[in-house]
């Protein structure tokens, strides 16, 4: 009773997104124990405890980069293991916390409200439970329809319908959830001339990645269209920008990987091979981490667009990580404005908030300099070529999980490196930063401004 009153007093004492960060840390350390029961593994498998954890966090920040063979390490009873860690890291540890709550008929406090508007990066507080509860139902709801899909269509790849099934269900889990795993031990390499896999993998890649905020605002729109009402719905900023901006991003990426790729990869492909993977490769790169090829083959100035659209990541409020789509495009949109003279950003109607604009600088101003941090220590620290560092970096923080094939050999220091930056890259650059902070204070006198030289 003691423990329990000192743990009561010290959550009160922490600030929300210190508190966001500790249940991450929590579930990690769960996620750790639960990998690591011996039930769960293969007969004569004996995983360390640094690649475990290693699996945990990449599992928690549905990131997919793993050190070990899921399929050669884990059995059937580690593949649903591997799937619930998934669901929490990718829907987030709050939203599920606050499914259990409900279940157990506690009452969602201001508290927990604050905790879950951290977790999920909403600016308000009205509307969380409910949202909460309506993320929960979409998510679960798109991995059934797949697992549905996949599962029947895999009865001709496998022998037995348990066995398509279990492939079905991790893949739409994983591929949902943006995680990157899979049971197939070359991911889906093997179905590199089905298309319809391809595709249903598509799909739920970017209804995962597209964010939780378009996905419900698309569910009111079928809703209203279900109810036959005049009243014309209207999509919210966000969800305009980081449409635009994801769907963008996934066309101008495919273009440029079939250009770059055209006399080297593809150069013996036909079309619609071309096609998919090209399109695929984009679509992977939001958060997906899923691949019908190995990446290798690509050549060098591919292999840097990719990691340039990993570092990007997936929408802000999704199962993805990076910079996220909002952020570049304000990025964009305020360089664009400036050099036109505009002194404020004005898209589809409505005008960006400065604060925004500076808080987008910051994000990828921070990201920049951990990545770049990251990819010298690396070097250092490691002994493969410098394109398989950049590479696997930008791969785990946007919590992509697209690998060169460096992360098995990585040092304990490598592997503690790449981390570390899986785990800022699910809770967000913000997070990281707030984390760091001390007390905020407020100014008691102000200097006279003065202007000095940029650029």
């Known amino acids: 009773m003691q423990l329990f009153t000192r743990h009561f007093k010290l959550s009160k004492q922490l600030s929300t997104i210190h508190l966001v960060v500790l249940f991450y840390v929590l579930a990690v350390g769960f996620s750790t124990l639960l990998l690591s029961i011996p039930l769960f593994h293969r007969q004569g498998i004996n995983l360390s405890f640094i690649d475990i954890l290693f699996t945990a966090i990449s599992a928690i920040s549905v990131t997919g980069l793993s050190v070990v063979s899921i399929a050669e390490s884990f059995n059937a009873g580690g593949y649903i293991a591997i799937t619930i860690v998934l669901q929490f890291g990718g829907i987030g540890v709050m939203t599920l916390g606050t499914f259990i709550y409900i279940l157990f008929g506690k009452k969602i406090g201001l508290r927990e409200r604050q905790l879950i508007r951290i977790d999920q990066n909403r600016t308000t507080l009205s509307g969380l439970v409910r949202l909460m509860l309506t993320i929960l ?108 901006t994801f769907l963008g991003l996934v066309v101008v990426g495919a273009i440029l990987i079939y250009l770059l790729e055209r006399n080297h990869f593809f150069a013996d492909k036909l079309w619609h091979e071309t096609f998919f993977y090209s399109l695929f490769q984009s679509v992977t790169s939001r958060s997906g981490g899923l691949s019908t090829m190995d990446v290798r083959e690509f050549s060098m100035p591919t292999l840097l667009l990719t990691s340039v659209l990993m570092f990007i990541g ?142």
């Open 314 to 455: 997936a929408s802000p409020s999704s199962v993805g990580g990076g910079i996220r789509t909002t952020t570049f495009a304000i990025m964009l949109l305020a360089i664009f404005n400036y050099a036109k003279g505009n002194s404020s950003i004005k898209v589809f109607g409505r005008e960006i908030d400065s604060e925004d604009i500076t808080r987008s600088f910051i994000v990828i101003s921070t990201a920049t300099m951990l990545v770049m941090a990251s990819i010298i220590f690396l070097a250092i620290t490691e002994t493969s070529p410098i394109i398989y560092i950049i590479f696997e970096v930008c791969s785990a923080f946007g919590t992509t999980g697209l690998s060169m094939g460096l992360t098995p050999d990585l040092s304990t220091l490598g592997k503690l490196n790449i981390m570390f930056l899986m785990f800022v890259g699910r809770i967000g650059i913000f997070s990281f930063l707030f984390l760091l902070r001390g007390k905020e204070t407020k100014d008691t006198f102000r200097y006279p401004k003065e202007k000095i030289i940029i650029g």
């Open 137 to 244: 139902t979409i998510i679960i709801a798109i991995e059934f329809v797949g697992t549905i899909v996949l599962g029947t269509y895999f009865l001709t790849y496998y022998d037995t319908w348990q066995e398509a099934f279990l492939h079905g269900f991790f893949g739409a889990v994983s591929a949902t959830t943006n995680g990157g795993f899979d049971i197939t031990g070359s991911s889906l390499i093997p179905f590199a001339d089905d298309y319809f896999v391809q595709f249903i993998n598509m799909i739920l890649i970017v209804l995962g990645a597209i964010g939780f905020p378009v996905l419900i605002e698309v569910q009111e729109l079928l809703k209203g269209m279900y109810k036959d009402t005049h009243e014309k719905y209207r999509f919210s900023l966000f969800t305009k920008l980081t449409t635009v």
